[in-house]
């Protein structure tokens, strides 16, 4: 079965850092894009980051130069590293796949994870 895990996710202090890791089962995501999601409750799910097979990255407009995606093909896993983190930002993350990074649309992407809860708060 094609699924991902995403982790990491957390309560945080506004200009806290997180780390969210999405691992994938049942398939190797080597030639695959990797996508990163969110979905704020009441709102629609929107595109954060992406990674592709050559390793360039996408980043959403709120998110740059604050979130950062990488990629281990060796241990299947995609992580976002995000610092100064914002109340704006609570949402549940989640990860998916695709040929290519499509502009971060989420209607483009397979194989969603069950997600991860971000919540920044004081």
């Known amino acids: 079965q094609l699924q991902f895990v995403e982790s990491g996710g957390d309560l945080v202090q506004p200009g806290g850092s997180l780390r969210l890791s999405c691992v994938a089962s049942?398939?190797?995501?080597?030639?695959?894009?990797i996508g990163w999601f969110r979905q704020a409750p009441g709102k629609e799910r929107e595109g954060v980051s992406c990674i592709n097979s050559y390793y360039d990255t996408y980043y959403g407009d709120g998110v740059r130069g604050r979130f950062t995606i990488s990629r281990d093909n060796a241990k299947n896993a995609v992580y976002l590293q995000m610092i100064s983190l914002e109340p704006s930002d609570t949402a549940v993350y989640y990860c998916a796949a695709n040929y290519d990074c499509s502009g971060l649309a989420p209607q483009h992407f397979d194989y969603w994870g069950q997600g991860t809860q971000v919540t920044v708060s004081s």
């Open positions: 049942g398939f190797h995501m080597n030639y695959y894009a």
